[in-house]
């Protein structure tokens, strides 16, 4: 589990769940799941991407929570949910059960929510969006700073060298590296800040950011790596036949922005890409009103709520 923690004070600090529960996916796998905001109200799930937590999502939650129910859970082997036992478990198809379980345990049978997902919590909705399961429960879906295939090739976390081999390879090496991170540095904040962030970034944005991606433990980090350099899910692109709208930062070194473009292209009910200037890839804390007013968007325009009608599912399932 996580050496380090999340930041306690400010508004990057997790607020307290309405209610924690542990959901288990279809390999048995337990998931940590979190409930904020009043029951009845519209629902929206958070899914975080590589090395991060619940806590990445901080900012929404305090802003959605007052009027949206928000579920929010740890990805397998982040935070508090368990690493997986072997490496089967590290796939886009595990990413897929372990939203379908989530969506199963959190919301009742027909109920819609808007599904968010950052980096590889967006590759988690792409690689369910053709199951009936998702279906059920999708009313509209917001990708944050993703993609969908060749994520190594393009990437430009490595400066000064061109597209080709030699910067697939290093770069390769560098995302799968088996060092740990070790703790929060100065030196630590300014290489996570260059590789993942935009150059204005706030000091306390870094330093959110920083302790998320620092507690993350090394295997579950390079597991990971691996599904990341091989992913290929443009197929399963054309498969998330539901309202779909893109967010980007145009300084992503991770994902960059081509990738947002592309998918914009790919689906097949795409509302539109939202580039986002002088921003990186940590879109929902460095630009969380951005995030969170789209969200309130989707939310508003495709999810109706019968409070009464919900409860009464929730009882008889």
Known sequence: ????????????????????LT?????????????????????VVLAHGWTCSTAFWAAQVRALGADHRVIVYDQRGHGRSAAPADPGGYSTRALADDLEAVLAQTLAPGEKAVLVGHSMGGMTLMAAGGREAFREHAAAVLLCST?????????????????????TRITRSVLGSRA??????????????????????????????????????????????????ALQLNAEVGELRVPAAVIAGEVDRLTPVVHARRLAAMLPECLGLTELTGIGHMTPI???????????????????????????AKEGA
Not at 10 to 17: E, H, I, K, L, S
Not at 148 to 161: G, K, Q
Request: proline letters at 11%; one cysteine or more.
């Open 1 to 20: 589990m996580s050496r380090l923690t999340h930041v306690t004070s400010g508004p990057y600090a997790p607020p307290v769940a309405a209610r924690e």
């Open 147 to 167: 993609g969908s295939s060749d994520l190594v090739p393009e990437s430009t976390v490595v400066p000064l060298l061109r597209a080709g081999r030699l910067r």
């Open 286 to 312: 460095e630009a969380p009103e951005a995030v969170t007013e789209r969200i309130r968007e989707l939310v508003g325009t495709y999810v109706r709520v019968d409070a009464e009608a919900n409860a009464q």
């Open 180 to 229: 740990p991170l070790g703790p929060v540095t100065p030196v630590a904040r300014r290489v996570l800040k260059y590789a993942t962030m935009g150059p204005g970034s706030a000091p306390e944005k870094v330093e959110a950011c920083a302790r998320i991606v620092h507690a993350c433990p090394t295997r579950v980090r390079h597991g990971w790596s691996h599904v990341l350099d």
């Open 23 to 43: 959901v288990v996916s279809a390999d048995g796998a337990p998931l940590h799941v979190e409930v904020h905001g009043p029951e009845g109200a519209p629902a």
